[in-house]
């Protein structure tokens, strides 16, 4: 099954190919457990944590949120100018975003682990990736 993201507003995907809509409400950075809309969070990693939680997801491994390298996307830089690449600043708000969403994500019996080394997200235990991954088996 594949996944959109896309704004509150985007046209809606048919749902040909497996391929499913959800919403994401701009500037909420909580998770939004009702409704049509996940929360944004900041990034898209943030989204699909809210999204599968809701799906039911009991366990979530985190893989290559680092947060704090402004400009060293591994995609390149934005080019559309309503996409630019984060800043420190931006980077702050994201962590801000995973540490308010640790308490809401464990009250509701979902664990999230932190695989990616040296991650500026602090909000969650820091685990090497063969550990969680061997721990879940």
Do not use: K, Y
Request: hydrophobic letters at 45%.
């Amino acid at each position: 099954m594949a996944l959109m993201l896309a704004t509150e507003g985007a046209p809606r995907a048919s749902g040909c190919c497996g391929l499913h809509h959800a919403g994401v409400t701009p500037g909420l950075n909580a998770m939004a457990w009702d409704g049509p809309c996940i929360g944004a969070g900041g990034s898209s990693a943030f989204q699909a944590a809210n999204l599968v939680a809701r799906w039911g997801v009991r366990r979530i491994l985190l893989l290559g949120t680092d947060c704090h390298s402004p400009g060293a996307r591994w995609h390149g830089p934005h080019r559309h100018p309503m996409q630019p690449n984060p800043t420190d600043a931006t980077m702050r708000l994201w962590v801000d975003a995973w540490r308010a969403a640790a308490p809401e994500l464990s009250a509701r019996g979902v664990q999230v682990l932190n695989c990616t080394p040296g991650s500026a997200i602090d909000a969650f235990p820091a685990v090497p990736l063969d550990r969680a991954l061997n721990e879940g088996a």
